[in-house]
């Protein structure tokens, strides 16, 4: 059975920082690409960050870049994004997939709120 479960969520002030990770099992994280996603309410998913199955040259969405750091631990089947410089349009549930050729597998998601 594959499960991808997030966590690192919560509350924090603006300007503040979060470490969101994902662990998966069922599934050799090495050979998918590895992609967080967020989805603020009342809007649609949004693609945040990837990264490849080799770990290389993380890419991100124009509004994080240069705040948001996405990394992967290969040996430990988990996926880390680093949040720094955290601002309250960054509040949304964030969730991380693991990318295969055919199947896309998803967590449930972890709750980021930035408020002061």
């Known amino acids: 059975q594959v499960q991808l479960v997030e966590s690192g969520g919560g509350l924090v002030q603006p300007g503040g920082s979060l470490r969101l990770s994902c662990a998966a099992s069922?599934?050799?994280?090495?050979?998918?690409?590895m992609r967080w996603y967020r989805q603020a309410p009342g809007k649609e998913r949004e693609l945040v960050a990837v990264?490849?199955?080799?770990?290389?040259?993380?890419t991100y969405v124009d509004s994080v870049r240069g705040r948001f750091t996405m990394s992967r631990d290969n040996a430990k089947n988990t996926v880390h994004l680093q949040m720094n410089s955290l601002k309250p349009e960054d509040t949304a549930v964030y969730y991380c997939?693991?990318?295969?050729?055919?199947?896309?597998?998803w967590g449930q998601g972890t709750q980021v709120t930035v408020s002061s």
């Open positions: 997939s693991a990318r295969f050729i055919i199947r896309e597998y």
């Open positions: 990264i490849s199955s080799a770990g290389d040259n993380p």
């Open positions: 069922g599934i050799t994280m090495s050979m998918a690409a």
